[in-house]
């Protein structure tokens, strides 16, 4: 069966300083892959998908960044983080486009 | 921009009632989803309803669509304490466009024993 797999599940981090955020998936392959952030009592806004290795959108500009080293691995960085990007990190996949998403666990991040 | 939005944003009702929340999008659309998220956790997909279908079922949960109205609704019958989370309607855009979900803002449900 698949899984998700996403970590830390909390996080905080001084302004200024880096970020990486990793989340893998396990027992599919070729998944597409998204990552998400939720302010406190919101909805998700999208932040990156991945519809292959290496192939990355951004919905949102802002100083995130993603990447896809690996088929089953979707990484989300930050070389100086923001006030504003403290928020509910989720990633997730989906078999292909348009079908249901599985979620992680997510990472609540409070920089401070 | 967010294309779902539900309705209410908040629902609390007694055990055993049931709850039913609204969703309305505002452009042609392949699917519709709705997820549930309990506090502080990921979302978990209950059901994909495709445009040309107009109802269905899962367990307790009954999901409605009318894209006349661009308008879903999820019924929740016989609720139980458990039921309490956030439920968020999520929409996939009709033709080739993009590749990506949207979502609404949830509708905070809880179920008082």
């Known amino acids: 069966s698949q899984t998700i797999h996403q970590w830390p599940a909390t996080l905080v981090q001084p302004v200024g300083s880096p970020l990486s955020l990793e989340c893998t998936v396990e027992?599919?392959?070729?998944?597409?892959l998204y990552w998400y952030r939720q302010a406190a009592g919101r909805g998700l806004q999208l932040l990156f998908y991945s519809v292959g290795i290496g192939q990355i959108s951004s919905e949102v500009p802002q100083n995130l960044s993603a990447s896809r080293p690996q088929d089953r691995q979707f990484i989300l960085s930050s070389k100086k983080l923001l006030l504003s990007d403290s928020g509910f990190y989720l990633c997730?996949?989906?078999?292909?486009?348009?079908?249901?998403?599985?979620f992680g666990s997510g990472t609540q991040l409070s920089v401070l | 921009s967010q294309q779902g939005e539900e309705d209410p944003q908040a629902l609390s009702i007694q055990e055993g009632e049931n709850a039913t929340m609204n969703c309305s999008y505002k452009t042609s659309i392949n699917n519709l989803q709705w997820y549930r998220q309990n506090s502080g956790r990921g979302l978990v997909h209950l059901i994909l309803i495709r445009s040309n279908e107009r109802e269905k079922h899962s367990g307790r949960l009954r999901v409605t669509l009318d894209t006349s109205k661009k308008s879903s609704s999820l019924l929740i019958t016989a609720s139980r304490a458990a039921d309490t989370a956030s439920y968020f309607c999520?929409?996939?855009?009709?033709?080739?466009?993009?590749?990506?979900?949207?979502f609404g803002e949830g509708t905070q449900l809880t179920v008082n024993p």
């Open positions: 027992g599919t392959s070729n998944p597409n």
């Open positions: 999520a929409t996939w855009p009709g033709g080739t466009s993009g590749s990506r979900l949207t």
């Open positions: 997730a996949w989906s078999a292909w486009k348009g079908e249901k998403l599985f």
